[in-house]
């Protein structure tokens, strides 16, 4: 019987490769949030619009999530050794080549190729901790690993703000270069290769179909409001792409005998809850980091490095109430966790609906802090009640799916609100500038003399100020729709069941909810 992989490697060598997995772990976390505070200066200096430029978000977002569910199965078939070496030096060289695009098709083509690369790196990393260190200390092991998962939200946005305020938003991608080098290099070193076995079935009918489905539904969302939508024949297509794609993935989970996805995972109920769950919250995780970071460099006129400060403190409210639930676990009962967690993100999303353009740098960071609270007060209790009664052999698999779900609902997230974003300015736009004729009673008021007058800048002034007050109001809605999204998640609450004999959630739990 071959010895397990802790009991053959010298302690030396163990933390080597540990220093290695978390740059790798490090790497990933950060670029979930880094390129968030540079994308107004991406904008620029790609000339495109504000809902193009977030296709470098949802890109990302989506080739990651495709590419999560056959790691297990590449890992099985070509050795874990081997993957993880190259999905490191994948992204490593997709992180240069993001820095050096001039045009945002050459930026949303990299950035699918470094979340394709990136999707391994996390789950990898766990993997290869739990193996290198034996049963005693994997509760430290996992803490250790779970801590760098967590520097992602909180150190992005500060250090992509400062990279972007010091050098330019390229910095933002070239920061990996020298990391990503150090890993692949240390991992070919100090890594050993896991068994392979080469007969190891998988379903690429299920996963291309639903490979299929999901980029056909991201591209017609994102461009769904700068063509039109159903006007435009490409949005049409891709619609029926998606159609089609969903519909043969369904097909082959119902009718083949090794099916993608079993649905046998779908027959326990609170798993299956928890998704739905899961979603709604992918829909808020990252949705609102795009709102809030052209709401404060735009709107508010702050520097790239202030807010990237003020978007940090929504990690270290994550951060805080990560340690709490860690405490509160097993003693009490993980929905009123979840419950107290979704009041603190659904009230600091409702309280963003009245930010003005006066709005304090001390309210956002309290607004975030909370939020991020909040959050954090939902990823582990879910976490722990979505897999408490799944069945070992399943768990694999959901883990997968559970990845999945909540990286469609953050791609899906993010183009719903950006596109609604860019409908809603254009409509409040033309509804304000209707009533400023010189009859109106505001263009009589004594501080509005200055724009009355017909010269050409008294005009482009007012026509500044308009278009101000149209997009504020846009936010306003956006943050609405946001609250409306949260407000969904409470009657799911109610149809989770009881989990009193689930185990209180290990650390391994805890650094899953972090990922997520």
Known sequence: MDRPIYDTIAPSVRWMLTVCIMMATVMQALDTTIANVALPYMQGSLSTTQDQINWVLTSYIVAAAIMTSPLGWMATRFGRKKLFIVCTAGFTVASMLCGVALTIEQMVAYRLLQGVFGAALVPLSQAVMLDIFPPARRGSAMAIWGMGVMLGPIMGPTLGGWLTDSYSWRWVFFVNLPFGIL???????????????????????????????????????????????????????????????????????FTSKRPFISVRIFRDWNFSVALVFMFLIGIILLATMALVTPFIQNMLGYPVLSSGYLLGTRGLGTFVAMFLVGRLSGKVDPRILIFIGLVLATTSLWLAVGWSLDVSARTIAINSIAQGFGLGFVFVPLNTIAFASLPGELRTEGAALWTLIRNIGSA????????????????????????????????????????????????????????????AMAYSNDFLLMTFVSLCAFPLLALIRSTKAAPPPSREAAAHAVMD
């Open 412 to 471: 899906v997230g993010i183009s719903i609100v950006i596109a609604q974003l860019t409908s809603m300015v254009t409509e409040y736009h033309s509804q304000l500038v209707e009533h400023i004729t010189p009859f109106s009673d505001a263009m009589h008021m004594p501080n509005a003399g200055m724009l009355s007058g017909m010269g050409l800048p008294n005009l482009e002034m007012l026509e500044q100020l308009v278009t101000q007050q149209a997009a």
């Open 183 to 253: 890993t692949t290099f240390g991992l070919w070193v100090f890594m050993s290769e896991t068994p392979i076995k080469r007969d190891v079935p998988f379903s690429w009918f299920g996963f291309l179909s639903l490979s299929l489905g999901i980029g056909s539904l991201q591209m017609m969302l994102d461009r769904g409001e700068q063509l039109g939508w159903f006007e435009s024949t490409e949005i049409v297509v891709e619609a029926m792409l998606a159609v089609v794609g969903f519909y043969f993935f369904l097909a082959d989970c």
